[in-house]
């Protein structure tokens, strides 16, 4: 985790107010938030290690526009849902604990203005994301051409983005004008014009996930067999891994004959070479190991 100089700035800031409690709480409602979509990235195989402790909130270290469209949804989504979640939940605690309100309010308000606003179809919030790849899969429909329909996509969101900053502005001076400051709104305005002005000549990247199993062998592992066709995609072979056992993934043809058997550092290897995490299993296997059926079966030991 790292801290941003402006972040602690603002930390002293609410101190001197008597908000301080609210700052803090906030910033453990957006570690939440931002940690669930570290959650549920690692589960697709990508590792989003980094937060950094913003004045507006937090953000994590990454970029998933490399990953399925589908997929960076679901890790969009996520988040907000997350906070969600746990605004339900506290709401939930009020009808049968009343009394706990006192105490539970400001959490659970936290809570559900951060998941709305970061519902809002504006980039680089997380409604933006995936108002964005919904665009993206809506033109690719119309017409088949992956680069044309990103770039309209682009275009449509960023149009969006700078439409709420404009309102969020909008609505800041108005109240300014009345002689009540409402920093908030200023922050959002400023944060959506840089998130639309930003990462336009940047490449998509993302960081694969590490599931290689050294140390933990010599202890000894229980064998977790798993059988999966030759077409399923190697990040969905990820979900079967499991703390404290090793994971052996029987790769079958479509007419149930046994092709190779791939223990979990060969899996590794093969997810660390692959240029997509959405190949199939068997097509990594047999780049790691030269090329022919055969010698993927001989290499990764065959189960007779």
Same mark, same amino acid.
């Given at each position: 985790?790292?801290?941003?100089?402006?972040?602690?700035?603002?930390?002293?800031?609410?101190?001197?107010?008597?908000?301080?409690?609210?700052?803090?709480?906030?910033?453990?409602?957006?570690?939440?938030?931002?940690?669930?979509?570290?959650?549920?990235?690692?589960?697709?195989?990508?590792?989003?290690?980094?937060?950094?402790?913003?004045?507006?909130?937090?953000?994590?270290?990454?970029?998933?526009?490399?990953?399925?469209?589908?997929?960076?949804?679901?890790?969009?989504?996520?988040?907000?849902?997350?906070?969600?979640?746990?605004?339900?939940?506290?709401?939930? =605690?009020?009808?049968?604990?009343? $009394?706990?309100? @006192? &105490?539970?309010?400001?959490?659970? %308000?936290?809570? /559900?203005? #951060?998941? *709305?606003?970061?519902?809002?179809?504006?980039?680089?919030?997380?409604?933006?994301?995936?108002?964005?790849?919904?665009?993206?899969?809506?033109?690719?429909?119309?017409?088949?051409?992956?680069?044309?329909?990103?770039?309209?996509?682009?275009?449509?969101?960023?149009?969006?983005?700078?439409?709420?900053?404009? =309102?969020?502005?909008?609505?800041? $001076?108005?109240? @300014? &004008?009345?002689?009540?400051?409402? %920093?908030?709104? /200023?922050? #959002?305005? *400023?944060?959506?014009?840089?998130?639309?002005?930003?990462?336009?000549?940047?490449?998509?990247?993302?960081?694969?996930?590490?599931?290689?199993?050294?140390?933990?062998?010599?202890?000894?592992?229980?064998?977790?067999?798993?059988?999966?066709?030759?077409?399923?995609?190697?990040?969905?072979?990820?979900?079967?891994?499991?703390?404290?056992?090793?994971?052996?993934?029987?790769?079958?043809?479509?007419?149930?004959?046994?092709?190779?058997?791939?223990?979990?550092?060969?899996?590794?290897?093969?997810?660390?070479?692959?240029?997509?995490?959405?190949?199939?299993?068997?097509?990594?296997?047999?780049?790691?190991?030269?090329?022919?059926?055969?010698?993927?079966?001989?290499?990764?030991?065959?189960?007779?």
């Amino acid at each position: 985790m790292v801290l941003h100089p402006l972040f602690l700035a603002v930390g002293v800031w609410y101190s001197f107010t008597g908000d301080l409690f609210l700052f803090l709480l906030s910033c453990l409602v957006a570690l939440q938030h931002e940690c669930a979509h570290a959650f549920v990235a690692s589960k697709l195989g990508y590792t989003l290690n980094k937060i950094v402790l913003m004045p507006y909130g937090a953000v994590i270290d990454g970029d998933l526009r490399g990953i399925s469209l589908k997929d960076e949804i679901t890790v969009a989504i996520w988040g907000p849902l997350c906070n969600l979640f746990t605004a339900l939940f506290f709401g939930a =605690l009020w009808w049968f604990y009343p $009394t706990a309100y @006192a &105490f539970t309010d400001v959490a659970c %308000f936290s809570s /559900l203005s #951060i998941a *709305l606003v970061n519902l809002l179809p504006a980039y680089p919030l997380d409604g933006g994301r995936i108002f964005k790849c919904v665009l993206e899969r809506a033109f690719y429909r119309r017409e088949p051409n992956r680069q044309k329909a990103e770039k309209r996509a682009n275009a449509v969101a960023r149009g969006c983005t700078f439409l709420f900053s404009f =309102l969020f502005l909008a609505v800041f $001076t108005v109240f @300014a &004008f009345r002689r009540q400051y409402n %920093f908030t709104l /200023l922050t #959002i305005g *400023l944060f959506l014009i840089v998130g639309g002005l930003g990462n336009k000549n940047q490449d998509a990247v993302y960081e694969k996930i590490s599931f290689f199993v050294r140390a933990d062998l010599t202890k000894g592992l229980e064998i977790r067999r798993v059988a999966v066709l030759e077409s399923c995609p190697i990040k969905d072979a990820l979900q079967f891994i499991e703390r404290g056992k090793y994971l052996v993934l029987e790769v079958y043809s479509k007419r149930g004959a046994l092709l190779c058997a791939l223990p979990q550092n060969a899996l590794a290897e093969c997810f660390a070479k692959s240029e997509s995490p959405y190949e199939p299993v068997s097509l990594l296997a047999k780049r790691v190991c030269g090329g022919k059926e055969q010698e993927v079966t001989q290499n990764f030991s065959p189960v007779a």
